[in-house]
């Protein structure tokens, strides 16, 4: 083979092991680029290898990724200008609906003419769920923006449970609904937020006598070391189960806007459980629901409170 030969070889060799070098720096690059991608936070692609195109392409994905940045930026801004104009809308609306059921209430009181006094009812009726709707909007613009910040301390669940059943009693007897609670003078320490725990508590019973028929009963039950002295991680389990009159699905009512399966004879905005869920989890516990297609029932976890060390 002459001289010839041999150095088109060579130089065949050197122009291979050239491109074939190039071509792992530039797949190197390339993992590079998609590592740097997938790094939450990463907002510039660099490209350490000189190629013009590996250039070119990482400019246009920097641009990409500065407009996707930019839109979640304006997102979260509007999204967080909605949740505002919410809260204050709704507690603006919140003093002149009161006023507006005070004065119904006094004219239902008052009146003395049957059908007029059905007339004023049905308007009562009316401003209470326009009242509800209201305070609801207003809880979920705080419970989503996260401003309210749980006071923990320790609370009968016991009482509160007894005393939201005393309180909702006309509502019970209009609807024929009997309320069983065996436990109303046990005495059950969680920590909790007392208004939180309130509130969770009249929404369930709320949409219990919307939905429920005949009987709802509560009980309350502890999970794990039960023995106060020395309990630290134990659970207080309350359980709230009652005949439903329309199908749900267990796995969905805690979902925002969530109404029923049947939702357009549904009153209410599908709020009322999603909320309970937000308090119960700001609370640390957790809420959880079954059915079997003709019952529902709830359930709820929040820690023992733990009895100070004597």
Request: charged fraction near 25%; proline fraction near 2%; aromatic fraction near 8%.
């Amino acid at each position: 083979m002459s001289y010839i030969s041999y150095t088109i070889i060579i130089i065949l060799v050197i122009a291979v092991s050239i491109l074939v070098l190039r071509l792992c720096l530039v797949k190197k690059q390339l993992r590079k680029i998609a590592r740097q991608m997938e790094e939450p936070g990463e907002h510039f692609i660099s490209v350490d290898f000189v190629d013009r195109d590996l250039e070119t392409a990482a400019l246009q994905i920097n641009k990409l990724m500065d407009s996707v940045q930019n839109i979640k930026a304006e997102s979260v801004k509007g999204e967080k200008a909605i949740k505002s104009s919410i809260s204050m809308i709704s507690h603006d609306m919140r003093t002149p609906l009161t006023s507006v059921i005070g004065y119904l209430q006094l004219a239902e009181k008052n009146c003395k003419e049957e059908e007029v006094l059905q007339y004023i009812r049905t308007a009562l009726d009316r401003a209470k769920f326009c009242s509800r709707l209201v305070n609801d909007f207003f809880e979920l613009s705080l419970v989503d923006a996260d401003q309210y910040v749980p006071v923990m301390e320790k609370v009968n669940i016991c009482e509160v449970v007894c005393e939201e059943i005393l309180a909702a009693y006309v509502e019970f007897e209009k609807s024929g609904i009997t309320p069983v609670f065996g436990q109303a003078d046990d005495f059950v320490l969680v920590w909790a937020d007392r208004k939180l725990l309130v509130r969770v508590m009249q929404n369930l019973i709320s949409n219990g006598i919307k939905y429920s028929t005949g009987e709802m009963n509560f009980s309350v039950s502890m999970a794990g070391e039960t023995n106060f002295s020395v309990s630290k991680a134990g659970k207080a389990v309350l359980y709230i189960s009652s005949p439903v009159s329309q199908a749900v699905d267990a796995e969905k009512i805690f979902q925002k806007f969530y109404r029923g399966e049947n939702s357009s004879n549904s009153d209410g905005a599908g709020l009322g459980l999603y909320i309970c869920r937000k308090f119960i989890e700001d609370m640390r516990g957790k809420i959880s629901a079954d059915s079997d297609g003709q019952s529902l029932r709830i359930k709820i976890e929040l820690s023992l409170c733990p009895a100070e060390d004597s």
